[in-house]
């Protein structure tokens, strides 16, 4: 037995140890089969099922153009993406395209690892007469960095089946913020202590509900969240303050929902316990999946007749370190994955909105009854100058558990956020 | 006096069964959500209304699948036959011999267990990159191929062995590396089981490390593929829950393997300080 | 004699070359592998690296400074103490109790074991998703609906700031009780059946035996559970990360542990020298308590 035991130890070591040497040459017999007429570029983004597949087609189409050029698509986990992509920037090597979110440009760009995309194909001019003007975030010291093949928007989504259920007409939507909140009421309903059993409408502000607070709520009851540039908080203001308290009260006084219903607010409105929603285009995918699901999308309410929106989009940049062949393949490729085929394929299998003006602007878009909203939205979308969206997006959170859990003032609650978030912008622009 | 003890002992069987299902809830929970379709995973109930097989077969259909799964059996393996190996000789020289820096080797191996993994995480990056170990198997192994916790664990054993039994190995004419070979590693065998299981558990599981030195789909370990379902906007839990499923049952196997040694074999040996 | 103790001395010798050459290959790996990027993760502490640039700036102690200075950096170090003082006794002490009383059962142990060592091999991710579905208040949260149908006010759980530390202590007990387990069981039937047989003949009872005889010989497999626990605890991460929030160890921090809070800086911040100074200080707090502990270990001896 001892013996047995002792050998067959020795005999897993031994193979294991075969195996590691084998695979490991393996691995460099590979990098080296890689060297041959054809350009080799690489590109990164995060996994999607259909962004995947949409970009896989798209190497197809344009390999069988170009077949001097092979283009190899990788993938990461969405939630380590950004943890991946600056782990790789030390060692000089990785991607040479790379889909980035907009928020994150500033630190990528500012530590060298973009490169400004070239004069000759993607002028100024170019970009800004075709693209949507809030791609101007993408901007840094005159020069473009990084662009999009599609954009997002937020629109409302309401449920037909629970507005007939009470008492609404299923087909017409709340077009103001009073509506919106007085059609919620209606919607929701509590057992006889006042546990929620259906809500009005979604109250997550860890999902897409900061962004309604800070570009749409604040503009709409007459401030700005930020001041021109994007360097300073302005939304510790009246206006502001009226804002959040607004916000708060959806859950404390008009009671219509809570965050973390059914864990959150895609999930209750999948499982059709919530009545409306507010989320972006990507979602419609999700819900077109469930066959019970009957919805309709429409833009987002006004108040005292103003509409805002929020915009915000994943962009492509060329890496640093990209030069000679690599870098003609990757502005070729560039060219390709932001052309109209591009956009148009992107709308229909991701179900994000053209980066192109011209083309989200064809009646056929514009008035589709579930794209339409959101892109009727984009042209009066503000895109928030992100440094840090994860930290900017808790002080809002921590705000509201402030007034909720520790009875702060709304007041205090939002000079906090703001003190908090201003932080966050100094410790940036200081740094430039 | 008897019937009291028998009466007891099913209370306590009745108790331990109570916590049990207490214990297995959860998972009995992943299992079943993974049988789950559409709405039905937002449904409270243990019993899958349409129970499905839809999940397990997207998965496995996924043709890369296969690939994830066995580079995690790979380097499970390999890591840990190298652990065992490894650590079990350090343990065996830090608790048998008496030498010069004897203790500070020993604190030195034990703080590696002080350190969080993701501080290492861009110093190794750029060793791997620097000798080209990027997506390599050798590339997600190196870091784990001896641990802290495991040397600290065979010292601790290799201590309860009486030393007589080796000096007979001396008197035979045995060298040094033959008497750990074949005196010492027998009689820890149950320390060695106790260690393979939580090594190919650790290493089963490991997540950071295989995400940032591959980069090669097929290079991924099946955590690391697993998390793509952990997607933007929104997870797809029953795709989550069929995965971790599927990930149980090869360190559920292993451990039903050496469990048994485990118990055993410390009744002969034993933990001592 | 001169001739004995001079071969004794030369078998000490083979023996001193032998256990350095057991040593060597291993010494060269943890140098390189892990003291040296540890050393280097400690000469980033005193810099003001962000990952992406190519500089390090040499900062000296502005880091450190900055950590007295900051609220959430006490916050997390007092949230991973609740961690070990709350979590690793109860789980040691559940985990012995269970492994006590499956060590009595006369039929059907093997199955016990089995399931009780089910959650600790159980992706904490999936784990972490179940649990956060139990807190949830109801409709869907099952500890909810039970308080409601027996008529007591819903909880917070995991949304408030009392409760949410204890609920995910919680689920970590719940997935670490069977690695306690398994080594007490390990302990306990390692004890001679002897010692208990003559403690019978004096007539001892249930409760003598346990407290004279089970707990004493148990010390040193306690004290290896403590030691390898408390680091356990000390580094405790996963569980938080997927249970809370945007996994940012809410609500207001008070779920956040020193390591989460570490890795967040690093790869979200990008602030790699104020991570890395918060770990040298988690590594200086775990290396203090765990000398302790040794020590204390030597003198049970």
Known sequence: MMKNGGRILLLVLVLSMFMTGFLFAQGGKEEAAGESEVTEIVYWQYFYETKEQTVSKLIEMFEAENPDIKVVQQTFPYEQYNTKVASSVPSGEGANIINLYYGWLPTYIDSGYLQPLPESKFSNEFIESEFFPLVGAAKFDGSYYALPTAVRSLALFWNKKLFAEAGLDPEVPPSTVEELVAFAKQLTETDKSGNYLQTGMTQELRAQLHHWVREVLIRQFGGTPYNEDGTQVTYNSQAGYDAFDFFVKLNTEENIGMPNFMTDDVTAFKSQMMGMTIDGSFRLGTFDALEELDYGVTELPSMNGERYNFASFWANGITSFTTGKELEASVKFLDYLTSETAMSMWLENVGELPAKKALAMKDEFKNNPKYGPFIRGLEYANATKFIDETAQRMVWIDAYDEVLLNGMSIKDAVDQAAATEQAVLDKYYSGK | ?273 | MIQESASRRSLERTKRIWAYLFLIVPVIFYVSIRFYPTLQAFFLSLTNWDIVSKDKEFIGLTNYRNLFKDEVFWKTLGNTGKYVIYGLPTSLLLGFIIAYNIDRVKRGSEIFKAVYFIPYITSMVAIAWVWRWLYQPAPIGVFNKILIAVGLPQQKFLFSQTQAIFSILATTIWADVGFQMIIFLAGIKQISRQYYEAAEIDGANNRNLLFRITLPLLKPTIVFLIVTGTIRYLRIFTQVLNMTYQGEGGPLNSTKPLVLYIYRSAFQQFDMGYAAAMTVILFLIILAITLVQLRVMRSED
């Open chain 2, 1 to 273: 006096m008897k019937t009291k003890i028998s009466s007891f002992i099913q209370i306590r069987v009745i108790l331990l069964a109570v916590i049990g299902i207490f214990m297995l809830f959860p998972f009995v929970w992943m299992l079943a959500t993974s049988f789950k379709q559409g709405a039905d995973v937002y449904n409270l109930s243990i019993f899958p209304q349409n129970p499905s097989l839809a999940n397990y077969k997207r998965l496995l259909s996924r043709s890369i699948f296969p690939w994830w799964f066995m580079n995690s059996i790979i380097v499970g393996f390999s890591v840990t036959a190298s652990v065992l190996f490894f650590d079990s000789l350090v343990g065996f020289a830090l608790s048998k011999y008496n030498f010069r820096g004897k203790k500070v080797v020993f604190l030195m191996i034990l703080s590696t267990m002080m350190i969080p993994t993701e501080m290492l995480v861009i110093p190794w990056y750029l060793m791997a990159n620097n000798l080209h170990w990027v997506d390599t198997y050798w590339g997600v192994m190196f870091p784990g191929m001896m641990s802290g916790f495991g040397t600290f664990l065979m010292r601790q054993f290799f201590m309860g062995i009486p030393d007589d039994l080796l000096d007979a190995g001396r008197i035979d004419g045995l060298n040094e590396f033959r008497i750990w070979w074949k005196i010492g590693m027998p009689l820890v065998r149950p320390a060695l089981s106790a260690l393979a299981i939580f090594s190919f558990i650790g290493n089963w599981n490991a997540f950071m490390w295989p995400l940032i030195v591959s980069n090669k789909v097929k290079m991924f370990t099946l955590p690391v593929g697993l998390s793509f379902f952990n997607g933007e906007f929104q997870s797809q839990w029953e795709m989550v829950m069929t995965g971790a499923s599927v990930a149980t049952i090869p360190v559920f196997i292993i451990f039903l393997l050496f469990q048994r040694q485990i118990i055993q074999g410390i009744a002969l040996t034993g933990v001592k300080g």
